[in-house]
């Protein structure tokens, strides 16, 4: 009968399945709901504050107070306190509670607040971004790129994916198992925490949320102390979200403190920690965890490297390489800190750096406006390291053709700024080949062809992400393979990161671990194994001879020896002599 229908049936009959497939999502898919926060005041690039003469985090008098400031103008933004280990405990309590009804939630009442959150930054961008260059210094198309893009990138393929990911994984049962059903279920595990950097605030605490709230947990977010300000806005926006669907806003807490808060979380009984910072501030967090038995994932920054191949397109790679150094000041875990260029092409790559590194305007975006390519400084007190790094290199040889000390703004006389800076020659045993600046510095080397700039990349300890420039992707592809690292790009830097169904970490001492794509997600659930009978009436027998008491070892041995044999062993005559061996031991 099926068969005789004409194509125009047989259409009519696809666009009514088509259609009706949407038309059941569309009706069974919670409408994302519409809310609104209040933006502080300071996010306004109008607003002015009280300059503070010797911005410094940390409040003298109240050394428990943090002291938030605008670190490209000096503007006093608030004096925030930092919560003790009573506090800390009461808000995991709260959260525990919270967590316990969230678990019950559909997958699509989860995805339903994730669209709401999205919707939301979608149509509050602006203020979004102020807020974050007000707390850090950063320029505003830093911040979108840094902030909003990758947030929306994790929220949508999250929304997406996430339910398929976490739904219940069936597994092969093996041979000896065939009548049984095998799968995993994976359980929220609690209460989570996450202890992020100060380097893109909305999105590092963002982030981890969204990861915990689609996998059922409930998570406490330790917020770095330099970006206290913007991280109760943002905060405010979640718990807002979570409200408007009738949740309870303490399943998200964020925390803004120093390092004994971080250490609180880690001990206050959470089940999991993901933390964000340095090698040794990490090393610290793995043994406080350990303490506890918490599981952790550590990313520990990096000193990503770029190899040029002399064949390079340079139209399309030198833009990707000022972006990648330069992108927030350089204040990245993926930014390119090492570029290796081969010989042929080194002095064609130095000079239009030089000349590019020259033009750039370094200021307050949201009190200069246009004209800022560069931003501040988040921390005030690294401009000593960050010299002494320079200084180095060129005693050894490097050459500095730009930079390469604090920048005193002739307007902003208390903002931290430090020059875009362009350092060349520099070989693979000076001390800024091997330390994470985390700072608007280009670091340029030379290589003598592919294997030798494998070589130099290897030689940092670092191994976050990477990139390869070549008209020939092939050979670009098998340098990855060979570099000690846990990402790299072809012709491209850091979109490992906008491609989230990847895993993101490294190895070394970056870190280990992997948070974004189904290992993250998954990563932050319990993976419950369950064997259930397959087929009606069928159910694991103990044969007699296996019964205890065993009536004969001899015989009891024979039989399972035989049993192996019959099931795993791969030859015909062997599976033969195996059954004869059952029938006899049963007999």
């Given at each position: 009968?099926?068969?005789?229908?004409?194509?125009q049936?047989?259409a009519?009959?696809?666009?009514?399945?088509?259609?009706?497939?949407?038309?059941?999502?569309?009706?069974?898919?919670i409408?994302?709901?519409?809310?609104?926060?209040?933006?502080?005041?300071?996010?306004?690039?109008?607003?002015?504050?009280?300059?503070?003469?010797?911005?410094?985090?940390?409040?003298?008098k109240?050394?428990?107070?943090?002291?938030?400031?605008?670190?490209a103008?000096?503007?006093?933004?608030?004096?925030?306190?930092?919560?003790?280990?009573?506090?800390?405990?009461?808000l995991?309590?709260?959260?525990s509670?919270?967590?316990?009804?969230?678990?019950k939630?559909s997958?699509?009442?989860?995805?339903?607040?994730?669209?709401?959150?999205?919707?939301?930054i979608?149509?509050?961008q602006?203020?979004?971004?102020?807020?974050?260059?007000?707390?850090?210094?950063?320029?505003?198309?830093?911040?979108?790129?840094?902030?909003?893009?990758?947030?929306?990138?994790?929220?949508?393929?999250?929304?997406?994916?996430?339910?398929?990911?976490?739904?219940?994984?069936?597994r092969?049962?093996?041979?000896?198992?065939?009548?049984?059903?095998a799968?995993i279920?994976?359980?929220?595990?609690g209460?989570?925490?996450?202890?992020?950097?100060?380097?893109?605030?909305?999105?590092?605490?963002?982030?981890?949320?969204?990861?915990?709230?689609?996998?059922?947990?409930?998570?406490?977010?330790?917020c770095?102390?330099?970006?206290?300000?913007?991280?109760?806005?943002?905060?405010?926006?979640?718990?807002?979200c979570?409200s408007?669907h009738?949740h309870?806003?303490?399943?998200?807490?964020?925390?803004?403190?120093?390092?004994d808060?971080g250490?609180?979380i880690?001990?206050?009984?959470?089940?999991h920690?993901?933390?964000?910072?340095s090698?040794?501030?990490?090393?610290?967090?793995?043994?406080?965890?350990?303490?506890?038995?918490?599981p952790?994932?550590?990313?520990?920054?990096?000193?990503?490297?770029?190899?040029?191949l002399?064949d390079?397109?340079?139209?399309?790679?030198i833009p990707?390489?000022?972006?990648?150094v330069?992108q927030?000041?350089?204040?990245?875990?993926?930014?390119?800190?090492?570029?290796i260029?081969?010989?042929?092409?080194?002095?064609?790559?130095?000079?239009e750096?030089?000349?590019?590194?020259?033009?750039?305007?370094?200021?307050?975006?949201?009190?200069?406006?246009?004209g800022?390519?560069?931003?501040?400084?988040?921390?005030?007190?690294?401009?000593?390291?960050?010299?002494?790094?320079?200084?180095?290199?060129?005693?050894?040889?490097?050459?500095l053709?730009?930079?390469?000390?604090?920048?005193?703004?002739?307007?902003?006389?208390?903002?931290?700024?430090?020059?875009?800076?362009?350092?060349?020659?520099?070989?693979?045993?000076?001390?800024?080949?091997?330390?994470?600046?985390?700072?608007?510095?280009?670091?340029?080397?030379?290589?003598?062809?592919p294997?030798?700039?494998?070589?130099?990349?290897?030689?940092?300890?670092?191994?976050?992400?990477?990139?390869?420039?070549?008209?020939?992707k092939?050979?670009?592809?098998?340098?990855?393979?060979?570099?000690?690292?846990?990402?790299?790009?072809?012709?491209?830097?850091?979109?490992?990161?906008?491609?989230?169904?990847?895993?993101?970490?490294?190895?070394?001492?970056?870190?280990?671990?992997?948070?974004?794509?189904?290992?993250?997600?998954?990563?932050?659930?319990?993976?419950?194994?369950?064997?259930?009978?397959?087929?009606?009436?069928?159910?694991?027998?103990?044969?007699?001879?296996?019964?205890?008491p065993?009536?004969?070892?001899?015989?009891?041995?024979?039989f399972?020896e035989?049993?192996?044999?019959l099931?795993y062993?791969?030859?015909?005559?062997?599976?033969?002599?195996?059954?004869?061996?059952?029938?006899?031991?049963?007999l």
């Amino acid at each position: 009968m099926f068969l005789e229908l004409s194509w125009q049936q047989w259409a009519s009959i696809y666009l009514g399945a088509f259609f009706g497939y949407f038309a059941l999502n569309w009706f069974s898919t919670i409408s994302p709901k519409k809310f609104k926060v209040t933006v502080p005041e300071a996010a306004n690039p109008r607003w002015k504050g009280k300059i503070l003469e010797n911005p410094t985090i940390r409040d003298i008098k109240e050394p428990s107070n943090i002291i938030c400031y605008d670190p490209a103008t000096g503007y006093h933004l608030d004096t925030i306190p930092s919560p003790t280990a009573e506090q800390v405990k009461t808000l995991y309590e709260r959260t525990s509670a919270a967590q316990i009804e969230w678990a019950k939630t559909s997958f699509e009442e989860r995805r339903a607040v994730l669209r709401s959150l999205l919707n939301f930054i979608l149509e509050n961008q602006e203020a979004i971004c102020q807020a974050g260059c007000r707390d850090t210094g950063k320029t505003m198309i830093d911040a979108s790129l840094g902030e909003v893009i990758t947030t929306c990138a994790k929220l949508r393929w999250t929304i997406d994916n996430g339910e398929s990911v976490l739904a219940e994984d069936y597994r092969s049962p093996g041979l000896m198992m065939l009548y049984k059903n095998a799968k995993i279920v994976y359980e929220p595990m609690g209460v989570v925490a996450a202890l992020v950097s100060w380097n893109y605030p909305f999105h590092n605490a963002i982030g981890p949320a969204i990861s915990a709230l689609m996998s059922g947990n409930g998570i406490i977010v330790k917020c770095s102390e330099y970006v206290a300000w913007s991280s109760k806005y943002y905060e405010s926006i979640i718990k807002t979200c979570l409200s408007a669907h009738g949740h309870n806003p303490d399943l998200v807490q964020f925390v803004s403190g120093f390092a004994d808060v971080g250490e609180e979380i880690v001990k206050c009984g959470v089940k999991h920690v993901t933390f964000i910072g340095s090698p040794g501030v990490g090393k610290l967090v793995q043994k406080n965890a350990a303490d506890h038995l918490v599981p952790c994932v550590l990313e520990l920054g990096g000193k990503d490297c770029a190899i040029l191949l002399k064949d390079t397109d340079l139209v399309q790679a030198i833009p990707v390489l000022m972006r990648g150094v330069f992108q927030n000041c350089g204040q990245n875990c993926i930014g390119i800190e090492r570029i290796i260029v081969a010989e042929e092409i080194y002095d064609k790559v130095v000079d239009e750096m030089d000349s590019r590194i020259s033009k750039l305007r370094q200021g307050s975006v949201l009190v200069d406006g246009e004209g800022v390519d560069c931003g501040a400084m988040t921390m005030g007190n690294q401009f000593e390291k960050l010299e002494g790094l320079v200084q180095e290199a060129v005693s050894r040889g490097a050459r500095l053709l730009r930079g390469g000390k604090r920048y005193h703004h002739p307007s902003h006389k208390h903002g931290q700024y430090f020059e875009p800076t362009l350092l060349v020659d520099v070989t693979s045993d000076m001390a800024i080949a091997n330390n994470e600046a985390f700072a608007p510095i280009m670091v340029i080397m030379k290589h003598q062809g592919p294997d030798d700039a494998v070589r130099i990349a290897n030689e940092c300890p670092y191994g976050l992400g990477s990139s390869v420039f070549s008209a020939d992707k092939s050979l670009a592809e098998s340098m990855c393979l060979r570099l000690k690292v846990g990402m790299a790009n072809v012709n491209d830097f850091a979109v490992n990161y906008l491609c989230q169904s990847l895993p993101f970490g490294g190895v070394g001492i970056s870190g280990y671990g992997r948070f974004a794509g189904q290992e993250g997600l998954r990563g932050l659930c319990v993976p419950k194994a369950i064997t259930i009978d397959r087929i009606p009436g069928v159910k694991t027998p103990i044969p007699p001879i296996l019964d205890y008491p065993i009536t004969s070892a001899a015989n009891g041995w024979t039989f399972v020896e035989s049993l192996v044999n019959l099931v795993y062993h791969p030859e015909i005559p062997a599976k033969i002599k195996a059954m004869i061996g059952l029938a006899k031991a049963h007999l």
